[in-house]
């Protein structure tokens, strides 16, 4: 394998596993590295897919206690088959719009300046969100969820439908499931973690949708630098939501936000000025 393609992989393993699950957009950082690397074509496109396995790996590892829990009680537990449920329920709406609209998406809004647009926008909305949240703070008024075991169906449809906001590349799945959740009475810990668990049927089923589609492009050939990829992405991944979940407890999410803001002005200011020529 060429040297500077594995270093390629590498770099975008590390931007897939440190952005999935921030509230930054993994889907946007790759398009914008994919475009800097000059690796965006069709078999670039069938990396990030693998790359992005290895994130959802990483999160079923954190979480294997859980997931195994859950799984054990489906038969004998209604927590466990309540938390089961509130999990399907919520992904139910994206996969739909998924389906029904995902093509025409990727062929329309899968472009730098819409990337950049979002990252600005959702940088707003995040500030506006961490400004109601403190003053609702000030006021007394606590989170009404305060257990991931305490979700209703509602409130998971609710974050659901968030959900759907993230089929714009640059919008972020998890900021818009951590940050709606918080906006329909989530406490930060919840909605970050429901936000993981989310994350595991939604990028499973894409990814194994999305390797099936372009299952004509594959070849023995790609292996090792998929490999490269999966393991930079399951590590940097793995990493990145220990360090999430330490963060919050004692952080907002308002560095996230000028970071999206900082990073989509430039990103439109060197397209504009032509210093960087950010391919589609």
Known sequence: MDLLLALKAVILGVVEGLTEFLPISSTGHLILAGSLLNFNDDKGKVFEIVIQFGAILAVCWEFRAKIARVVAGLGSDATSRRFAINVIVACLPAIVLGLLLGKHIKAVLFNPTVVATAFIVGGVIILLVERHNRRNVEAGQLPRVNSIDDLSVADALKVGFAQCLALVPGTSRSGATIIGGMMFGLERKV???????????????????????????????DFSLFGVGFVAAFISAFICVRWLLRYIASHDFTAFAWYRIVFGLVVLATGYSGLVVWAD
């Open 191 to 221: 909605a970050t973690e429901f936000s993981f668990f989310l994350a595991i049927p939604i990028l499973f089923g894409a990814t194994i949708y999305e390797l099936y589609k372009a299952r004509a492009t594959l070849s023995v050939d």
